[in-house]
Each structure stands twice: as C-alpha cells, then as structure tokens.
C-alpha cells in the first residue's frame, strides 16, 4: 500500500512537471509587452550625410507631451533634440544625425512612455581622394564605406532559450526520480 500511495505521488509530480513545462512557452507569449512595443516613425529620405539633415515624424502621443528625439548605432547613441506633440499626438521635426553607419532614430513619450523608431543610412562626409585603394574610403577596400569591420552585422539572441532549459532541467530531475524510484522498487522485491 505504501507503495502505491509513492508511485501515485510520484505520477501526479510527473504530470505537474509536464504541465509547467507545457504552459510555460503560452504564458510567456500571453503576456502584454510593457513597455509597449515601439511604433513607426518615418523619415523625408533613407539616406542621409553625417551632419546633414533629415526630416523625422511620428504619431501615436499624447497631445502636447514632450516628446525626445534620438539616435542609437550599434555601439552607441543619444539624444538628439527634443519636442512637443501636436494635439493630434504627432510630431516632425529636422534632426541632424552626426556619425556615419547605419541608425535607428527613436522618439519617446517622456509622459506615456510610447516610442515610434526609423532606420536610417548615415554616410561618411566625402573626404578628398588621398589615394586610397580602388575607391574605397574609411579604410574600406574594393569600395567598402565603412571598411571590412563587421559594423553592419544583424543583432542576434537566445529567443525562447530559458523556458526550454527549464523544462530540459525539469525532465532530467523526473528522469532521475523515477530511476530512484524503480531502484529502490526493485531492491525491495527482491528482499521479499
């Protein structure tokens, strides 16, 4: 009887374990993203000089909320500008990016925390030719703009790794439960 009442312990932690590992990925997909997730600005032209202008507007705010303007590149950014959203919750405004390479200009809601993005090309300023090799500038080769230093490479992560390791973890523990469990079964009846 004893026995019994172990093994129906140990099924029901089984079938708890399973569950958990089961609802874990749809939980964590249900779940409303905070802050929320960013919006579509737009610009007056994709490609821009460094220290040239571009047009950047966006909607979505609160009226009259103070809105800050900026720009991040793969290993750095900030603030560029600041201003107010129109009554309708719009803005547009001409910003001045100052470094060259690729960029992702953001305005963000200071009261509502809404944030609208625009990806933009931000070209080096034209140097004089000082003989560099077949065009290219920057240190670049062969025409690179911005030299062979991997500055364009795509972000990467983990994705849904945790909740797969968990439940990975979650399973090995069960395995070895259950092996202790059959271990100690069979010692038992072979005592009998």
């Known amino acids: ?72 590149y793969a290993n750095s950014g900030g603030q560029l500008d600041e201003t107010v959203a129109s009554s309708l919750g719009a803005f547009s405004l001409e910003v001045r990016p100052p470094l060259a390479g690729d960029a992702t200009l953001f305005a963000t809601g200071v009261t509502s925390d809404f944030r609208v993005t625009a990806a933009i090309r931000v070209l080096p300023v034209a140097a004089p030719d000082n003989g560099g090799t077949n065009g290219g500038t920057n240190g670049g080769t062969n025409g690179d703009v911005n030299g062979a230093d991997g500055a364009n490479l795509p972000v990467t992560g983990t994705g849904p790794a945790k909740p797969i390791a968990f439940g990975g973890a979650a399973l090995l523990a069960l395995g070895a439960v259950l092996v202790g469990f059959t271990a100690t079964r069979r010692r038992r009846t072979a005592e009998i």
């Open 1 to 72: 009887m004893r026995r019994d009442n172990l093994a129906r312990r140990l099924f029901a932690a089984a079938v708890l374990m399973f569950a958990v590992l089961v609802a874990t990925p749809g939980m964590s997909s249900a779940a409303l993203p905070y802050p929320a997730p960013p919006g579509q600005g737009s610009v007056s032209s994709g490609t821009v000089t460094a220290g040239g202008t571009v047009t950047f507007s966006g909607s979505g705010f609160l009226p009259g909320e103070t809105i800050i303007i900026g720009i991040g």
